[in-house]
């Protein structure tokens, strides 16, 4: 079965500082891989997607993740960290259940930036 | 285009109490989904369903159910509610190919007292 850790229940940065987050993942074949972020009272927003080609994929707000096959990891990453990118954030991977699509999420990690 | 639309927003219930979330999406979407979101736990899917017709459980299952009678539309219902089910509910669709995100609903903020 296919499974998502996030394994950074909170982060705490401080605004201009860069931001890692972490993801690991289990699934059988090459699998479809997400990263979304939920603000306050929201629902989840996709930053960015994986699913061939080029390892490093680009997102919307400065964000970035890097596919690492041999690690099994999706990593996201922002160079310098907005008092606005404070939310919670979900990596996500998609892969087939019997027969039917399942996406399945990690816990989230939740960002905090200080001033 | 509205996308994913959930109702109602917040919700208190009673202990035994029934009630319907409603989900609809007017993108012509197959796939669809019903996920509940409690605190450090992430998403976990309660039921999805491929199709109108077609429904089927998910990792949490007990103590909800479903129907699809029409593309747009994916109720969840929850038939005799207990504490254990406040939590907040997200509804989501699926585009045409498997690369493509999933588009969610606002969520459905539910306590059961």
């Known amino acids: 079965a296919q499974s998502v850790t996030q394994p950074d229940i909170h982060i705490t940065v401080s605004e201009g500082a860069s931001l890692e987050l972490r993801c690991n993942y289990s699934?059988?074949?090459?699998?479809?891989l997400f990263w979304y972020v939920q603000s306050p009272g929201q629902g989840l927003q996709l930053l960015l997607k994986?699913?061939?080609?080029?390892?490093l994929v680009q997102g919307i707000k400065g964000f970035e993740a890097e596919f690492k096959r041999s690690q099994s990891s999706f990593n996201l990453r922002k160079p310098s960290v907005h008092w606005s990118d404070a939310a919670e954030y979900f990596c996500?991977?998609?892969?087939?259940?019997?027969?039917?699509?399942?996406?399945?999420f990690g816990r989230g990690t939740s960002l905090i930036v200080h001033p | 285009n509205a996308g994913v639309t959930q109702t109602p927003k917040f919700r208190i219930l009673k202990i035994g109490q029934s009630m319907t979330l409603q989900c609809t999406q007017d993108?012509?979407?197959?796939?669809m989904y019903w996920y509940r979101q409690d605190p450090g736990m992430g998403l976990k899917l309660i039921y999805y369903?491929?199709?109108?017709?077609?429904?089927d459980k998910g990792e949490v299952p007990n103590g909800y159910n479903v129907s699809r009678s029409t593309t747009e539309d994916f109720p969840l219902r929850l038939e005799l509610a207990a504490p254990s089910q406040t939590s907040v509910y997200f509804c989501?669709?699926?585009?045409?190919?498997?690369?493509?995100?999933?588009?969610f609903g606002n969520g459905t903020r539910l306590t059961v007292t």
């Open positions: 996500a991977v998609g892969g087939r259940a019997g027969g039917s699509y399942i996406p399945t």
């Open positions: 699934y059988g074949a090459t699998p479809y």
């Open positions: 994986y699913f061939s080609g080029d390892t």
């Open positions: 993108m012509n979407h197959n796939y």
């Open positions: 369903s491929v199709g109108a017709g077609i429904t």
């Open positions: 989501a669709s699926l585009g045409s190919s498997y690369n493509s995100p999933l588009h």
